[in-house]
């Protein structure tokens, strides 16, 4: 379905950068490989500006929301070695201000960026910097996203390249 998708969101329409799509569309989860085929047979006819009814509510969020919160028992544990906060104080901390359950896709970097975390040193004050393969590792729907990001977590919003029926709640 990503090639699919791409090929007519980028290719046919120019309605976004094939890489910036490539990069949406692979972090996704679809509900089932039959709806994922229907849709990409569906779009290879497809008019530009709208989305083929096949493809309405195909993604699934709950993976990207669970390995979301994942990423964050992954990162809090990681900071709190450093000993300037509790793994549940970085929870805490964080609850309010990362959208998990905002969360649409996982990049392919996903397992990369878990395994690196634990291995950051700690600065002096306390901190671990983000893993190159941790920026943009959670996809959050852009609706709903926050404006900013908290320090170092780097979210990375999904942009109008996913569209708008795809994502399923």
Do not use: H
């Amino acid at each position: 379905m990503q090639d699919a998708s791409c090929d007519r969101i980028s290719d046919r329409c120019k309605e976004a950068p094939r890489a910036e799509c490539d990069d949406t569309f692979q972090a996704l989860f679809c509900k089932s490989d039959a709806t994922a085929t229907a849709c990409a047979k569906a779009l290879e006819t497809a008019a530009c500006g709208g989305t083929p009814a096949e493809c309405q509510g195909i993604a699934d969020t709950v993976p990207a929301i669970q390995l979301c919160n994942e990423f964050l028992d992954t990162f809090c544990e990681a900071l709190a070695a450093c000993g300037k906060v509790s793994k549940s104080d970085c929870r805490q901390q964080l609850a309010g201000s990362v959208p998990c359950a905002e969360a649409v896709g996982i990049t392919p970097s996903y397992d990369t960026c878990k395994a690196a975390l634990p291995e950051q040193s700690c600065d002096a004050s306390g901190n671990i910097a983000l893993p190159e393969s941790c920026k943009g590792v959670v996809k959050v729907n852009t609706v709903a996203a926050p404006t900013s990001s908290p320090p170092g977590l780097g979210w990375q919003a999904s942009t109008a390249v996913s569209p708008g029926g795809l994502l399923a709640r």
